[in-house]
C-alpha cells in the first residue's frame, strides 16, 4: 500500500514537471520568435526610384512600436487611407514580415493618423506623431535617409507637432 | 501584283497585330492598381505610365540591362525609356495610330533638387485628362493642388519641375496589361 502510494505520489510529481516544462519551452520558444521578428520600416518618398527601407529588430525597437501602438486610441479618420496620392512625402510604412505577435500585418503612418491592416483597417492617433517622428529617426540612424532629404520635402521633425 | 499586296496586307493588319497584340490607349481605371496590397505596393509610375503590372516597381531600361544613369537626369530616364521600347514624341506630335492599334502618349518629368533625386512618369487616357501613380501610393487623376490634369506640363507636380517631354507607349485598354516589356 505505501509502495504503491509512494509509486503513485512520484508519477504525479513527474507529470507535473513535465506539464512545467513543455509551458517553459513553449513561452520561451515564444520568447526567442519575438526577439527574432522583423518588422519591414519603408519611407515613402519616391515615385520612380525604390524607397529607403530598413528593418527593426530585437526586442529593444519592436517593443517601442508595440508601446506606441499600445498607447494609441482609436479614431475616426473619415478616408480609407491616410496616405495622400501626391508627389513627395507621403508617410511611412511599417510592415510586419515576420508576423510578430501583438502587431498588424501593416501600419502606416503619416500627420497625425495610423492606418492598421490586419484583414480589416482600424485608424488610430499619433499624438504629436511620435511614432511617425520615431520611424523616421531610425532611418536617419541608419543612414538610409538624412536631414537634408526630409529638408527638401518639408518634413521637419524638430518642429513637430506644429504644423508644416 | 494584287497577290503580294494582299499577303502584305495580311501580315501588317492581321499576323502581326495578332502575334503582338495591338495598341490601346488606356481607360482611367483607378480601381485596378489600388488594391492596398500587392499591385499597389509593387507597382511604381513606369508601371503605370505604360500600364504594364509587373509587381517589381520597374525601372526605365532594367528590362534590357541598361538601366538609367545617376545622378538622374531627363536624358538618362529618356533614353532608358527608348531602350525598352517607347518612342521619343515632339511636344505637338501625336502618337502613332493605324486600323489595329493607338499608342498611348506618356510624358517624363524629373526632380533636380539636390537630395531629392527621382523621375515621375504621367500617362494620357482615353479621355485625353492625364493620370498617375505616385510611388506606391493610389493612382490618381489628380495633381498635387487636387486639381484634374489637363496638361502634365503645367499640373502642380511638387518637386518634380524638370519637365523632360512626351513619348509613345503601346498600352492596352485592358488595366495592368501594356505591352512594352519594361521590367
Known amino acids: ?164 | 501584283m494584287e497577290g503580294k499586296w494582299v499577303v502584305r496586307t495580311f501580315f501588317l493588319v492581321v499576323l502581326i497585330p495578332l502575334i503582338n497584340g495591338c495598341c490601346k490607349r488606356p481607360i482611367y481605371q483607378p480601381a485596378f492598381w489600388n488594391d492596398g496590397g500587392t499591385i499597389q505596393r509593387n507597382n511604381n509610375c513606369y508601371n503605370y505610365g505604360n500600364n504594364k503590372r509587373t509587381d517589381t516597381f520597374a525601372q526605365p531600361g532594367r528590362a534590357t540591362g541598361a538601366m538609367y544613369p545617376l545622378p538622374i537626369a531627363c536624358v538618362g530616364v529618356y533614353n532608358a525609356a527608348k531602350v525598352d521600347g517607347l518612342e521619343p514624341l515632339t511636344a505637338s506630335g501625336t502618337c502613332p495610330k493605324n486600323r489595329c492599334s493607338e499608342q498611348d502618349k506618356v510624358a517624363l518629368v524629373v526632380s533636380p533638387v539636390a537630395w531629392f533625386n527621382d523621375y515621375h512618369w504621367y500617362r494620357q487616357d482615353k479621355s485625353n485628362m492625364w493620370s498617375h501613380k505616385p510611388g506606391r501610393t493610389r493612382a490618381t487623376d489628380l495633381d498635387n493642388s487636387g486639381n484634374p490634369i489637363s496638361s502634365p506640363e503645367t499640373a502642380n507636380r511638387g518637386l518634380y519641375t524638370d519637365f523632360c517631354g512626351y513619348m509613345c507607349s503601346c498600352s492596352n485598354d485592358q488595366e495592368g496589361n501594356g505591352r512594352e516589356k519594361i521590367n
Open chain 1, 1 to 164: 500500500m505505501l509502495l504503491r502510494d509512494r509509486v503513485s505520489g512520484m508519477a504525479i510529481a513527474l507529470s507535473a514537471m513535465v506539464m512545467l516544462l513543455g509551458a517553459w519551452s513553449i513561452g520561451h520558444a515564444q520568447e526567442t520568435n519575438q526577439v527574432k521578428g522583423e518588422l519591414k520600416v519603408t519611407i515613402l518618398v519616391y515615385s520612380g526610384r525604390p524607397n529607403p527601407t530598413y528593418s527593426l529588430e530585437g526586442e529593444g525597437d519592436i517593443g517601442k512600436v508595440k508601446e506606441f501602438i499600445g498607447k494609441a486610441k482609436k479614431t475616426e479618420f473619415g478616408k480609407d487611407t491616410v496616405v495622400p496620392s501626391i508627389l513627395g512625402y507621403n508617410g511611412v510604412v511599417v510592415e510586419n514580415v515576420s508576423r510578430v505577435s501583438g502587431l498588424p500585418e501593416s501600419l502606416t503612418v503619416y500627420r497625425g493618423n495610423i492606418e492598421a491592416r490586419d484583414g480589416r483597417t482600424t485608424f488610430l492617433g499619433d499624438e504629436n506623431r511620435d511614432f511617425e517622428r520615431f520611424l523616421l529617426q531610425q532611418g536617419i540612424e541608419r543612414k538610409v535617409i538624412d536631414t537634408k532629404l526630409l529638408g527638401v520635402l518639408g518634413v521637419k521633425i524638430g518642429t513637430w507637432p506644429t504644423p508644416e
